[in-house]
């Protein structure tokens, strides 16, 4: 079974609808980040988290929100989309920081805003 | 944040070794070097990290230059399923990953 799990895989919606991506890891980390990708280019940050209580905001916040439900799950949510997020959503999780742990990643939601 | 840069793309030929190069002349003291890879239609996958010395696992070695500068990415056989981009990043202590677009690896078979 996949360490990091993303629901759902593909995702068709419509401008102005809201709309939720989940992740849940059963590696035990404490940490765990959403990413967002455009075709051809690198990922950039939404947001992270720390631990249950702790989330921050990352590279490009604006329009996204997120939930730390436990431990072992983070949801992203657009509260309501728009055409310019489509794009491909990572979710990824780590160990505790140093920067020697690295961050295994989910296989992705492909979202599309109508 | 560490800037990192790489060329775009990169060709090799199956059964060869491949040098990926990375420059990081930004990158603190403290920041690990790691190197991850994205296949085709997949999240990228951790391939190897170093802070000083070389290092070698399954997948690759890491050649780390003195001044810690830049750094290479070896894989010594590429295969086609090596076919890739493969990104170098600067990890800092809070473990935060800043992908560049990273290099385009072609195979030929």
């Known amino acids: 079974d996949a360490d990091v799990t993303q629901t759902p895989r593909n995702r068709i919606t419509k401008t102005g609808k809201r709309i939720m991506l989940e992740c849940s890891q059963t590696?035990?980390?404490?940490?765990m980040y959403w990413y967002r990708q455009d075709p051809g280019l690198g990922l950039q940050l939404i947001y992270y988290?720390?631990?249950?209580?702790?989330?921050n905001k990352g590279e490009i916040s604006d329009g996204y929100s997120v939930s730390r439900q436990a431990q072992a799950k983070f949801s992203l949510s657009l509260e309501s989309a728009i055409p310019n997020q489509t794009a491909l959503y990572f979710c990824?999780?780590?160990?505790?920081?140093?920067?020697?742990?690295?961050?295994?990643f989910g296989p992705g939601t492909r979202l599309t805003v109508l | 944040d560490a800037k990192t840069t790489q060329p775009n793309s990169m060709e090799s030929n199956e059964e060869e070794p491949v040098h990926l190069p990375c420059n990081h002349s930004t990158i603190s003291g403290t920041d690990y070097i790691h190197w991850y890879r994205q296949l085709p239609s997949q999240g990228p996958e951790y391939v190897i990290h170093?802070?000083?010395s070389n290092v070698n696992n399954r997948m690759a070695s890491l050649a780390i230059a003195e001044d810690r500068k830049s750094s290479t990415l070896i894989l010594h056989r590429a295969t086609l399923r090596d076919a890739a981009v493969y990104y170098c990043?600067?990890?800092?202590?809070?473990?935060?990953?800043?992908f560049g677009g990273g290099t385009r690896l072609m195979v030929k078979p």
């Open positions: 990043i600067g990890n800092n202590a809070g473990n935060m990953l800043t």
């Open positions: 988290s720390f631990d249950v209580k702790d989330i």
């Open positions: 170093g802070l000083t």
């Open positions: 590696k035990g980390h404490d940490r």
């Open positions: 990824a999780t780590s160990g505790a920081g140093g920067g020697y742990n690295e961050q295994f």
